[in-house]
């Protein structure tokens, strides 16, 4: 026997007739089209979660908006959204900056320039602070004895930045009244708030200055109506300057 007989291609062992080889191609392509769909259903499927949970915040169910929340995450970068959800849950509406650190650190992990990467640095500093008051070895600590502490020290941080404004204040008024010129401030159009469920100081900050920041502004334009920080009364309306 020659080479050329004992050399035959592999297909010739198992012969596919025309009508096999259009079949596997269809096989093929509609493994690729299912796929695809799978894709699609899922992002479908995630959207239609966060609108779930977005509902029952909005109603004041924090817990099962959480569940709702967690169901959608799957590790994809689209779900960098949804930890950013989550943690402002944590830290606006269940005061519980352990897990609003995670999920703020997720994000950044996911998506490290999103649009809501300023906000979610600015409030990983504060929650760092807030989880080691909270998780402090020296001594046994509630949450809420934990955000009065942390209140006490924002209004003394405020008082001594209150007195420094005045300071200021009073030593531009000396040098306009030395030059004999008077600079008149562009007044201020201030905002009215009606307070919601679950609201806080510091979830007002962000939902009108984009920063949980500013909160001692709008606690400042309200002291006579606010007389806990940590208790906003709703139905009440706040001036927000």
């Known amino acids: 026997m020659s080479c050329p007989d004992k050399i035959r291609p592999v297909y010739s062992i198992f012969p596919l007739s025309g009508t096999t080889r259009e079949v596997c191609i269809w096989l093929s392509v509609l493994f690729?089209?299912?796929?695809?769909?799978?894709?699609r259903m899922g992002a479908s499927r995630n959207s239609q979660l966060m609108q779930d949970a977005e509902t029952k915040s909005a109603q004041g169910d924090f817990a099962r908006a959480v569940n709702l929340y967690e169901a959608a995450l799957d590790d994809s970068p689209r779900c960098a959204e949804v930890h950013y959800k989550l943690a402002l849950l944590y830290d606006d509406k269940l005061n519980d900056p352990v897990s609003a650190l995670h999920h703020f650190r997720r994000y950044l992990a996911l998506s490290p320039?999103?649009?809501?990467?300023?906000d979610v640095k600015n409030s990983i500093k504060h929650d760092e602070i807030a989880a080691l008051t909270v998780l402090s070895g020296d001594s046994v600590?509630?949450?809420?004895?934990?955000?009065r502490l942390r209140n006490e020290n924002l209004n003394l941080h405020k008082e001594l930045e209150t007195r420094a404004v005045l300071a200021r204040s009073a030593t531009d008024k000396s040098q306009e009244g030395n030059t004999g010129s008077k600079k008149t401030a562009p007044k201020k159009v201030d905002r009215n708030y009606v307070v919601q469920s679950g609201d806080t100081l510091f979830s007002i900050s962000r939902k009108f200055y984009k920063s949980p920041k500013r909160w001692k502004e709008i606690l400042n334009a309200n002291r006579k109506s606010i007389r806990d920080?940590?208790?906003?009364?709703?139905?009440?309306?706040?001036?927000i300057p």
């Open 32 to 39: 690729v089209l299912g796929l695809t769909g799978c894709d």
């Open 113 to 118: 320039a999103g649009a809501h990467a300023t």
């Open 141 to 147: 600590i509630t949450r809420s004895e934990a955000a």
């Open 229 to 239: 920080p940590k208790k906003l009364t709703v139905g009440q309306t706040l001036v």
